[in-house]
């Protein structure tokens, strides 16, 4: 049976199982609820249509999460954590201290759509194993002490931006070329620029561009570890949750909207260029309209490992999707002193066979 890093409460709303009356946690494997204890499954009704929010309605006023969904703050890293309903945290999955109070405040911004965990904890371990063996410098007891208790399932915030963009630009580039001037001893070859001003329309629609909705969850990682399964995207229901914890959105739509934005100025600044043959740009002024743009709040799986060494955590990170990998792991000083000894004698080595044998 696995751990989950947080207990139930006796009276809740979460699905409980028909045999035993236990609460039942939303199972990767089978996609529905399953007992933790007697492992009875359970279905429930899912949906994959999931609606695009009109960006203007978020600015004015957003649905809110449900009242009764539980809401951790953890006192030693800030992080705040939605749970399902009667659900308690016990652990903060961000830092690993056991510092997590219940809080008053809000659930924040309600997210309208999952991409629901397809990777089990086992399977996750599974993969962890195989990137922690790709490190060599890794020491063996972090190798060895992967374990599927150590992983914690939390969905991170993002949001996805459609928008239909118009762009008007105008701008001069230019292409090198090459001549023969002088002639006897001052016989060279010297290069020029032949400037060409453009100007025109591009229009380009953008889906589902990607911001990350947590400032201390670092887009870096996320980037590693995408993609999701786009194709797997499901309306969010509170089921998905159970046996889960959700961070909650430290962002605003407005934000994450303006970082989507200079996302897609680059990405048409990008596709402008590239119907032109240049080495240089001098200047292109780019001024883009956006019709009907809409967003998703859509919660995304990921798999947190955290490992103390020394005084420092490291922190691994699998898609709870693809089974992915990204992190960092310690640095064991004794394989890296054994691995310049062992590059020193095969210098030393090669230097001895030279001499006795070479030449
Ligand atoms: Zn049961
Ligand atoms: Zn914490």
Not at 205 to 234: A, C, E, H, R
Not at 291 to 302: A, E, G, S
Not at 353 to 358: D, E
């Amino acid at each position: 049976m696995q751990e989950i890093p947080f207990e139930n409460e006796k009276d809740t709303v979460t699905s409980k199982c028909d045999g035993c009356g236990a609460n039942m946690v939303f199972d990767p494997e089978t996609q529905m609820l399953k007992c933790p204890h007697c492992g009875s499954v359970k279905d429930f009704e899912k949906s994959n249509v999931v609606e695009e929010i009109d960006v203007l309605k978020a600015f004015s006023n957003g649905e809110t999460w449900k009242d009764d969904s539980s809401v951790y703050r953890c006192e030693n890293c800030g992080a705040v954590v939605v749970l399902a309903s009667g659900q308690t945290a016990t652990r903060c999955p961000y830092c690993e201290t056991s510092h997590v109070v219940k809080s008053e405040e809000t659930a924040g911004l309600k997210p309208n759509a999952v991409y629901p965990f397809t990777v089990s904890r086992q399977n996750a371990l599974e993969f962890s194993k195989k990137w922690a063996k790709s490190k060599l410098f890794a020491p063996r007891k972090f190798k060895k002490n992967l374990s599927e208790e150590n992983f914690r399932g939390v969905y991170q915030p993002s949001f996805t931006f459609d928008s239909q963009t118009r762009s008007v630009y105008h701008g001069r580039i230019g292409k090198r070329h090459t001549r023969t001037v002088g002639s006897g001893k001052n016989r060279r070859t010297e290069t020029y620029i032949v400037w060409r001003d453009i100007s025109g329309t591009y229009d380009e629609f953008f889906n589902d561009v990607l911001i990350n909705g947590d400032t201390t969850y670092s887009q870096n990682t996320l980037n590693k570890i995408s993609p999701f399964n786009y194709s797997d995207i499901k309306v969010y229901g509170d089921e998905y949750l159970t046996g889960y914890m959700a961070k909650r959105s430290d962002r605003t739509v407005e934000s994450c909207w303006d970082d989507a934005k200079s996302l897609i100025d680059d990405s048409i600044r990008r596709g402008i260029l590239s119907r032109y043959v240049y080495d240089v740009v001098s200047y292109l002024n780019v001024s883009t309209t956006h019709q009907d743009v809409t967003y998703k709040y859509v919660l995304l799986p990921v798999y947190l490992l955290n490992y103390r060494y020394g005084k420092k955590l490291y922190s691994v990170h699998i898609n709870g999707n693809t089974g992915k990998v990204a992190g960092k792991s310690p640095v064991s000083p004794l394989r890296v002193l054994v691995a310049v000894l062992l590059g020193i004698a095969l210098v030393g080595l090669i230097g001895f066979l030279y001499y006795h044998f070479g030449g």
